[in-house]
């Protein structure tokens, strides 16, 4: 599953790359260690403009009874996504995506232990990942807007390391799975491909970003593996 990434990158150069036209978001600092369970920011078309805004990481169904389901959900396989209830009307109506410059997954070596493993683009600029957004009403009238992440089989890259990725979609395709107008997920299918070995390159970082207090700018540092 992809369950850390990092967004290191300014609000400015968002806003720049995803062609944000609005957001509510005042500010954002460096982010080293993204984790479920966290506001983490994401991107929407309202059918006229990209909007920027917060999600909570673990998407809560609006039929669901109680939100802690959300921590079951934070990751939906691409595969079989519109055919689940949890999220079959999020493929269909509501889609987003999520910024990042990195993820973060965990190797098993030979001796069985584990080495966290930082998974970039070789040019190090920020990508999209695709993601499913929900919003939960509670009894007392209180929305609980939340989010999930989409995977898919890996790349070669991605192979050695672990038996899923996330979708990240190429930049041409992103208004593609934006665009409200399109809700026959036939049509999307073929976004889910594993993105291009080629552009991508993953490297060992510190133990450290095991633990989701941690979060400064040693994390994504390579070290020996």
């Not at 300014?10 to 944000?20: A, G, Y």
């Not at 049509?187 to 400064?216: I, K």
Request: net charge negative; charged share 25%.
């Amino acid at each position: 599953m992809c369950g850390r990434y990092t967004l290191t990158v300014s609000l400015e150069e968002m806003m720049l790359r995803f062609m944000i036209g609005q957001t509510n978001v005042p500010y954002h600092r460096p982010q080293y260690n993204v984790a479920p369970g966290q506001l983490v920011l994401a991107i929407i078309n309202d059918g006229e403009q990209n909007r920027l805004g917060e999600l909570k990481w673990g998407l809560v169904p609006p039929w669901a009874d109680d939100p802690k389901i959300g921590s079951k959900m934070l990751n939906a396989r691409a595969e079989s996504a519109a055919d689940k209830p949890a999220f079959r009307e999020a493929v269909r109506r509501k889609r987003c995506l999520i910024p990042a410059d990195s993820f973060y997954e965990w190797k098993t070596r030979q001796d069985g232990t584990k080495q966290p493993m930082r998974i970039v683009m070789r040019d190090r600029q920020p990508f999209a990942m695709a993601g499913l957004y929900e919003t939960w009403v509670a009894a007392d009238g209180v929305k609980l807007s939340t989010c999930t992440v989409l995977t898919t089989s890996p790349n070669e890259l991605m192979e050695p390391i672990h038996n899923r990725m996330p979708v990240m979609l190429r930049p041409e395709d992103e208004p593609l799975w934006l665009d409200r107008t399109i809700t026959n997920p036939a049509d999307l299918q073929h976004l889910f491909q594993p993105f291009d070995e080629s552009l991508m390159e993953a490297y060992p970082v510190s133990a450290a970003v095991g633990s989701v207090r941690n979060d400064f700018a040693e994390l994504i540092e390579p070290v020996e593996a």
